[in-house]
């Protein structure tokens, strides 16, 4: 489950970005993260390890929206471009190995939503 140690690093960025807030918030509501597919997050894990990770803190109490995005490629052979199944990133189209990738490694926070 790594899970756990992503929360682990979206909470010190949570926590880096909640405290540079103007005035000072009463408390944090919601954090909205961004997460790609490569990341191979399991969206209940996550939300579990936000709530235990957040537990007695001061951001107990609010909650994780998780916004996933696929991921997708564009082929260097025929210039198809869509969503790619993993493991293998196989052109859907015409079966080259050349795709590159144009999503699914993204992981930010994408919004802090506070008490103010």
Do not use: N
Not at 29 to 55: F, M, N, S
């Amino acid at each position: 489950m790594h899970e756990f140690s992503i929360c682990r690093f979206l909470l010190d960025a949570v926590g880096e970005e909640y405290d540079r807030i103007e005035p000072p918030p009463r408390g944090l509501e919601a954090v909205r993260v961004v997460v790609g597919g490569l990341h191979q997050i399991v969206p209940d894990y996550l939300e579990g390890a936000y709530t235990a990770l957040t537990k007695e803190t001061r951001f107990e109490g609010s909650h994780l929206d998780i916004d996933f995005t696929p991921i997708e490629g564009r082929c260097w052979a025929c210039d198809w471009a869509g969503v790619i199944e993993p493991p293998i990133f196989v052109c859907p189209e015409c079966g080259e190995l050349g795709v590159e990738l144009q999503s699914g490694k993204e992981l930010y926070i994408e919004t802090l939503e506070v008490k103010t």
